[in-house]
């Protein structure tokens, strides 16, 4: 046993030896650059790919064809990841390759069943995420969803109110990220779909997503959907952050004045925008010359639509007030950019804050996600009856002339309270209604009688 010694002991030196190589190694490793992580997000009109690397590195971009290929080079790079993982089911992408070039720099090969317009850019680290390079791959024929067609639907058939529903944050970006992990994009995502199936089973409404996926969409993009599907309102839903975890409540948000003020002269700065802009805000027509007469116009527009947008966060800000706990108990005001279109009313609801142990509970359920959908539709609806937009089917339901006034029951309504209101007995409602009992519930359309 004794003999055996030396042996053992020149084993151990060996082995040592061996360790501190590979840690050697390894300590060179981290110091060179690599791709530590992929991510791909599908998009109506794009796939994102998303390759998260340890520091910035250069990177150029060529297509092959015939088969047609995306070619991604990165200099001085190493990958320690499984790019194999990634699932391209619904994208263009086929396969993905990859192969180490001199010792240093590292290509990466798309098979495509179909040739895209690639476009690339890295992103700086920032206090969520460390460097990425985002390579983006435009459809060349995007499908087109069809839209106008949808919403005026014949001559004789009166239009749907169409609301645009737009979750916030999605794809790269999570949004607020709360205790136990509860994403803001996924919140936000199960509100707006309960939005949209209120709005679509509702006669005269229709829900539109601005975004129907995991995807990002950049902000100017959002109000671009909106203003291509032609709606009527746009929402945008959110979940709040704060430091202190003790902030709560709900809130809604309308563009402020001052944000107004700055946009008018940037759309103005952008002329194409701007001759775009009044052509659809009515009838009139301005030639590029007529600035002065088209900045008036632009700001008569948008304080039209910005005193709509208030209205409406006021209606949908009492509503939530029945069912969460309010952050503050009028409508504010900020430079938000997807509230900018001067011709469409904007708000931006905040469904109260994820960083909130209690609140991201509760906004994490579905019962509670339903009744804030609940409450967020229910003051658009009464909105849209007291000031229905024309050729609407709402327009020609809401009463108004003759047939008397339709009325939106409200949080905290009580028949005997609405009846008082309007001068005219209980029994007067029920049987104009033909309801079975006094029972109402919030959201329900009554008929007034006229007196
Ligand atoms: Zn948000």
């Known amino acids: 046993m004794g003999k055996q010694l030396p042996f053992h002991m020149s084993c151990r030196v060996f082995t040592t030896l061996l360790a501190g190589l590979l840690l050697l190694c390894a300590s060179t490793a981290s110091l060179a650059v690599v791709v530590h ?5 599908r998009a109506p009109d794009h796939t994102r790919l998303v390759f998260d690397i340890s520091g910035a590195a250069e990177h150029s971009l060529f297509t092959l064809e015939n088969p047609d290929r995306l070619v991604v080079d990165i200099s001085n790079i190493h990958l320690s990841t499984n790019l194999d993982k990634l699932d391209f089911k619904g994208t263009p992408i086929s396969s993905i390759r990859s192969a180490q070039r001199n010792g240093k720099d590292l290509r990466i090969v798309l098979d495509l069943s179909k040739p895209v317009k690639p476009r690339s850019f890295p992103l700086k680290a920032n206090e969520k995420y460390g460097d990425r390079l ?3 791959l435009y459809d060349l024929e995007p499908d087109k969803e069809k839209t106008v067609a949808d919403v005026v639907t014949s001559k004789d058939k009166k239009r749907q109110i169409v609301i645009g529903i737009d979750a916030g944050h999605g794809g790269e970006d999570p949004g607020a990220i709360g205790p ?3 994403y803001e994009k996924r919140v936000v995502m199960a509100i707006s779909q309960e939005l949209k199936r209120l709005a679509d089973r509702e006669s005269g409404f229709r829900g539109v997503l601005i975004r129907s996926g995991d995807y990002y969409i950049p902000l100017r993009k959002r109000t671009d959907i909106a203003r291509e599907n032609r709606v009527d309102l746009f929402v945008s839903i959110h979940a709040d952050a704060f430091k202190n975890p003790a902030a709560r409540g709900a809130s809604v948000f309308a563009l402020s004045p001052g944000g107004a003020t700055s946009e008018t002269a940037r759309y103005l700065a952008e002329r194409e925008n701007s001759a775009d802009l009044i052509g659809g805000v009515g009838s009139v027509r301005i030639s590029d010359k007529d600035k002065v007469l088209a900045g008036v116009l632009l700001d008569l527009s948008m304080t039209a639509t910005l005193n709509s947008s208030l209205d409406v966060g006021k209606e949908v800000l009492g509503q939530m007030g029945g069912m969460a706990r309010l952050h503050k108990r009028h409508v504010e005001q900020a430079g938000f950019l997807v509230l900018k279109s001067p011709d469409i009313p904007s708000i931006l609801v905040e469904t109260g804050f994820i960083s909130n142990p209690t609140e991201a509970r509760q ?3 579905s019962a509670y996600q339903r009744q804030m959908a609940e409450a967020i539709f229910t003051g658009i609806k009464r909105y849209f009856y007291n000031r ?3 050729g609407t089917w709402v327009a020609s339901n809401s009463g108004g002339s003759g047939s008397g006034q339709v009325y939106v029951i409200a949080h905290g309504d009580t028949l005997s309270g609405i009846a008082a209101r309007h001068n005219v007995s ?3 409602l029920v049987r104009h209604n033909d309801m079975n009992s006094t029972t109402i519930r919030v959201g ?5 009688p006229s007196t």
């Open 37 to 41: 992580d992929a991510r791909l997000w």
């Open 134 to 136: 985002v390579v983006d």
């Open 180 to 182: 136990n992990g509860i």
């Open 363 to 365: 906004l994490a359920d």
């Open 388 to 390: 229905p937009p024309p």
């Open 426 to 428: 209980v029994d007067a």
């Open 444 to 448: 329900q359309r009554i008929k007034i």
